[in-house]
């Protein structure tokens, strides 16, 4: 069983296939199909059935459709888009690729890359506060701080706060050298390293000292009440109760929050229950909160961390007595 497909000639064929054919054997790991190119066009054969040769061909149309958009198809995203056809959707018809959050200093438009980041995005546009749940490299941080970033330009708000739990301030932050700012700020680098990023080091450090950009410890929250302003809180699973509670009440009149992170990843003391975990159940009836649960689909670092964190998911399903609650 086999069909002939044709290759637009503008589709530039090393891109399409990718480096040593690799994403036409994702293809056939997907699908079953061999694909062989022919003159100006690919042969697809294989035993798997109709529905395979159709799944096949739709796979190529939208990587072809993606070139043509001129978008870059790296490995990662060509088994991004296969993974999508697999589930029945389209990534063309998603309109991931169109929705530009920002523009970084250099110029380049930053995009969520996925359906899930995408939704992600459309959750922060339309609600004051949005959850952000997911495994680590699905962009939870980055994209809040590119968001908070763009209303800042568009003075949407007046103030952009970072916020993060420090969960060993009470064991070890004394021994490290400086003021309390020096010691807390291991802490807070993967803020620091979004900011610079998009904004550029120099134009992130003229806005924190006009203190527009403020990126604290959880602690400096208390007894504040925060109005106008865009609120992040990173790595939110290792608050307790009573820090996710004191966060959440800080809010003010014409702010918005987001709270980042990852119930896989608690790193509190044993006893100590999180305020994430506890906060998605408390919160779940609160009309006007979004809850937005990313998965390792939308990974967008090595493809080794997604096996990494399908792996880990897979062990504490059969282990769910070692999941910390």
């Known amino acids: 069983m086999e069909r002939t497909l044709q290759i637009p000639s503008q589709i530039d064929r090393i891109e399409l296939f990718g480096n040593l054919d690799v994403n036409l054997q994702l293809i056939k790991e997907a699908t079953g199909i061999d694909i062989f190119q022919r003159d100006d066009g ?43 056809k697999k589930e029945g959707q389209s990534y063309q018809e998603s309109g991931v690729s169109k929705d530009i959050i920002c523009f970084t200093h250099k110029g380049k438009p930053l995009k969520p890359k996925t359906v899930g980041q995408k939704n992600y995005v459309n959750s922060i546009r339309n609600k004051d506060i949005v959850f952000g749940v997911g495994p680590a490299g699905t962009g939870k941080t980055y994209i809040a701080v590119a968001m908070a970033i763009n209303a800042y330009k568009n003075k949407e708000i007046q103030k952009i706060i970072l916020a993060r739990p420090a969960v060993e301030a009470g064991e070890r932050l004394g021994f490290l050298p400086g003021d309390l ?25 003229r806005l924190k000292e006009k203190e527009a950009i403020e990126v604290v410890p959880l602690a400096y929250m208390r007894g504040r009440t925060l109005d106008n302003a865009f609120i992040i809180l990173d790595e939110a699973q290792n608050t307790t109760r009573e820090q996710m509670k004191m966060f959440l009440t800080r809010m003010g009149f014409g702010s918005k929050v987001v709270v980042t992170g990852d119930i896989t990843q608690i790193d ?38 997604k096996k990494i964190i399908g792996a880990y998911d897979q062990y504490y399903r059969k282990h769910p007595e070692e999941v910390q609650e």
Not at 44 to 68: F, H, P, V, Y
Not at 188 to 203: E, K, N, T
């Open 42 to 84: 690919l042969i697809l054969k294989g035993e798997a059935g109709e529905d395979a040769l159709d799944l096949a061909q739709g796979i190529l149309e939208e990587l072809m459709s993606a070139l043509e958009r001129r978008e870059p198809l790296d490995k990662q995203k060509a088994a991004y888009i296969i993974n999508l």
């Open 268 to 305: 509190l003391p044993k006893g100590k229950k999180s305020g994430l975990v506890e906060a998605i159940r408390v919160l779940k009836p609160v009309k006007d909160i979004d809850f937005c649960y990313l998965k390792d689909v939308d990974v967008v670092r090595h493809e080794l961390v």
């Open 181 to 205: 700012q020096d010691k807390v700020d291991p802490y807070l680098r993967p803020l620091y390293d979004a900011l610079y990023d998009i904004l550029g080091r120099d134009a992130a450090l």
